[in-house]
DNA sequence: TTGTAAGCGTTATCAC
DNA sequence: GTGATAACGCTTACAA
């Protein structure tokens, strides 16, 4: 029977098979996992544990080797379909190698993550993986991760100073706006989310420098902010098909824009792609479910995340400093953008 | 400057400020805010503090209390696009009041499962929240989550013995049938997700219900299984499509699997709801902007979360027992479905 | 082969 | 008002 009202520890697995608690502790620690021991005692010490249902504390060994196997993944909203695969690929490499991962939606909000940094700090997680903009007004913590030796690596540019897996929006963006070009369309236009958000900024950027590459930027490219929703693909392009002269083709910021943008076209009679190309970016699941399907910019969402948790291992392991890994994007063709009509 | 070569500790702050480890507790514990200080000693404490960017260790201060301010959040799959609101719900209330939360991705494997949950007791989180299935061939821990005072609530009808929220599968599909029958329907088939899913067997049987309720019974009620995924409901849907008399109307177990109904159709030149009505399950965001858009049963995902994690706290607080929570359903009409065409 | 005890970073109890 | 010090549950020299 436990000694207090409290959980059953170590000394009552000792006290229980009539030992001492380094015998118990050795029996479990893979460490010593060499020293010898009569077999009879190790049975005792194992018939004890499980008879009490004895688990041992991770609290305890944390503090004493000053590593807790957890990480903190700090994003902007789960609920935002970006970011799950990424998520699941942080935590499959971290659960394969024996990390925990603590999550934390901030909003984008500078207030929430600093409050979710200084709780990852103060807990102690080995390292942090960020996605996800918002950092512009949080206060600096390099400081105090570098005194608590906790590891961090950035999803994205938002962070530099530390290392960080990215992609080339910029390019990704260009390549997109080319093959519209290519396919005979003259007026484009972008139909963004939010102006802050770097990435926007570098697929608009993109989406420029084709233009100009092409000597298509006579008048200045149509470029529209929103939001990342479908309900800003909506209204942006629901305004824009009603302009004397619409644009024949839609760079979309993402797949749930683009969405917003097939029911604005559905709701105006307009075909897509007949009367109006629609390109989108992450490949989301329904990019092949939709009718037509969706041509779109591919992310791998999944391998950032997974090769953001190996970046973070290797700071674990001392590997180097600030490493930054450009992971590539493709074009998916599919029906959603053809050549403009005749008309 | 910190003592050795690990992180700064309350000790070094101590000795930075000329005083004793115990003071430097009292600045910083709320527990003791009310005991008297000197104002220049308290100045002191916080000019070190801020000056070594000190931070104090939950790991000890959890060791002492036996409370750890975390959670377990166990689910299926992240980027399954049903569990990421109900992931924020959890989220949001749990850091709210204080607590964070350990992210575990099972896939419904009885082992990773069975892992996780063990890790989850070591490291002495003061709670877990289960959703999703797979729990059948799980050795029962009830005894060991009991010896360690650790809560749990589950979501869904997979973990009796424990508080839970749920919601009435049962009573929704049916209300979903009825209205397809209401409509005029009198062929439907139900294209499903998982036969071993209990909120399958809920979603068929209500179908089964309502079909004999109306006597509609009279041949087998068609009901298909295959898994949640837009691909599964693509390729049964395209098989029901081609017999000879072909359902008029399709129950999807959710709304993935009525994406892919919805690519099926357009493939094999059926419209929506001209052709075959479509009624879904979830509402996700994309019911919404589909077109047609798609009539679909909503489930307050979000809100489940959120009531788990209340009901978690209230089991901190002692609150009784088993506890059980239904929430509501309710079927969204839009343009999905319809009365079948006269031929 | 096993036990004793110091220590990880805190808080809380008791002295002074 | 402030300081020693014994816990919390574990690991690991060092002794025996």
Chains 1, 2 share one sequence.
Not at 20 to 43: F, G, I, N, W
Not at 221 to 249: H, I, N, W
């Amino acid at each position: 029977m436990p000694r207090s009202k409290g959980a059953v520890s170590i000394r009552d697995v000792a006290a229980a098979a009539g030992v001492s608690v380094a015998t118990v502790s050795r029996v479990l620690s893979p460490a010593t996992a060499d020293v010898p021991m009569r077999k009879e005692t190790r049975d005792k010490v194992v018939r004890a544990i499980d008879e009490l249902g004895y688990r041992p504390n991770d609290l305890a060994r944390a503090l004493l080797h000053h590593r807790t196997a957890a990480i903190g993944l700090v994003v902007p909203d789960i609920s935002n379909p970006y970011y799950p695969p990424l998520v699941r690929g942080v935590e499959d490499v971290a659960s394969s190698r024996g990390y925990r991962v603590v999550l934390c939606n901030t909003d984008r909000d500078p207030a929430k993550i600093t409050g979710y940094l200084d709780t990852l700090i103060k807990t102690r997680v080995d390292g942090i993986v960020v996605a996800g903009g918002g950092w512009a007004d949080v206060p600096d913590r390099t400081a105090v991760l570098g005194r608590y030796r906790t590891g961090l690596v950035a999803v994205g540019r938002h962070l530099t100073a530390h290392p960080s897996v990215r992609i080339d929006n910029v390019a990704a963006s260009r390549a997109a706006a080319e093959h519209l070009i290519g396919l005979g369309h003259r007026r484009i236009a972008f139909v963004g989310g939010p102006a802050s958000s770097t990435t926007v900024q570098d697929r608009a950027q993109g989406f420029r420098d084709a233009l100009k590459a092409s000597g298509l930027d006579g008048r200045a490219p149509v470029v529209r902010y929103g939001d990342f929703t479908e309900e800003s693909g909506y209204e942006l392009t629901r305004e824009m098909l009603r302009l004397a002269r619409p644009p024949t083709a839609l760079l979309c910021a993402n797949d749930r824009v683009a969405l917003g943008a097939y029911a604005a076209a559905a709701d105006t009679a307009c075909r897509i792609p007949d009367d109006v190309s629609v390109v989108g970016f992450d490949d989301t699941p329904i990019a092949r479910y939709v009718r037509p399907t969706l041509t779109t910019v591919a992310i791998p969402t999944y391998e950032m995340g997974s090769a953001a948790m190996r970046l973070l291992l290797a700071q674990f392991e001392g590997d180097g400093g600030p490493a930054l890994e450009t992971m590539p994007t493709r074009l998916v063709v599919r029906d959603s953008a053809a050549a403009p009509s005749a008309g």
